[in-house]
């Protein structure tokens, strides 16, 4: 059987920040068609790590590739020129808004000819794509034309994700979709997610909640001390061992071989 086709790649990762070394010669690879949950002690480096992913921070040492070519961020904005979306646990969503020109934030649809020239924005069109596209991933929401500020938090958060997932071409970036939502939420996240990567699109998922990843997740990246401690399949480890390894209180090469992924 081929190998998976690694569709994100870091080699060597470092960043310094003064005297702290936040990462310190980082792997990572994100196959096609997975999810890829991170997960780290406070300080492991998870962050510094994904926000070099997503042109957030530049790396001072190392390379990344997307499709196998090697990329250079400069911002936020060129990971979303290269495909690349990501969703950060404060809900970058305006409340007073609608949901449909939530989903276009900053990518608003202007209107054909002399109009669209003079900044006019098709909200008609906007709004026949947010439809088709929350339809699309099963996104159980009334009206399109309602406020963020009068839904739930779940239904938030799923603003959120289905915005990356209408616009992502290459990867989805997930920073704890699920923290501070109850369980019901959380649930209805985790499905939304599941389905974000069922249409095709990898998705990295940094989460404290063990119960959550162990549910999703295809394969786990654990973090440690700035450096990639293990990369195992969560259905051939226990939890224990998972965190045993993010805490140091095991060595990944003590776990059995059908542990790493």
């Known amino acids: 059987m081929s190998a998976p086709q690694i569709v994100m790649q870091a080699r060597g990762l470092v960043k310094r920040y003064g005297q702290v070394t936040a990462l310190d ?4 690879e994100l196959r096609a068609g997975e999810i890829l949950a991170v997960i780290g002690d406070n300080g492991a480096g998870k962050s510094s790590l994904i926000k070099c992913l997503s042109g957030a921070t530049i790396p001072d040492e190392g390379e ?11 911002s936020p904005i060129d990971a979303r020129l290269n495909g690349i979306e990501t969703v950060y646990q404060d809900l970058a969503v305006a409340p007073a808004m609608t949901i449909a020109e939530n989903l276009f934030l900053g990518r ?3 209107r054909s000819g002399l109009l669209g020239q003079l900044g006019f924005i098709d909200k008609k069109k906007m709004l026949a794509e947010s439809i088709s596209r929350m339809n699309d991933l099963k996104v159980g929401i009334r009206s399109m034309t309602q406020a963020v500020e009068t839904l739930s938090g779940g239904q938030r958060q799923c603003v959120a994700v289905g915005r990356a997932a209408a616009f992502a071409q290459h990867v989805v970036i997930m920073d704890e979709p699920t923290a501070a939502l109850g369980v019901k939420e959380g649930n209805m996240v985790l499905e939304l997610i599941r389905r974000v990567r069922d249409k095709g699109l990898p998705v990295v998922l940094i989460s404290h ?16 001390l700035g450096k990639r401690a293990a990369v195992v399949n969560p259905k051939h480890i226990s939890m224990s061992d998972t965190v045993a390894v993010m805490t140091g209180a095991k060595l990944a090469e003590e776990l059995p071989p059908e542990a790493h992924a």
């Open 25 to 28: 010669g980082v792997d990572f």
């Open 64 to 74: 990344i590739k997307l499709d196998g070519k090697v990329i250079h961020f400069k």
């Open 108 to 110: 608003e649809l202007r």
């Open 209 to 224: 909640n063990m119960p959550h990843v162990f549910e999703v997740a295809d394969r786990i990246h654990i973090a440690r």
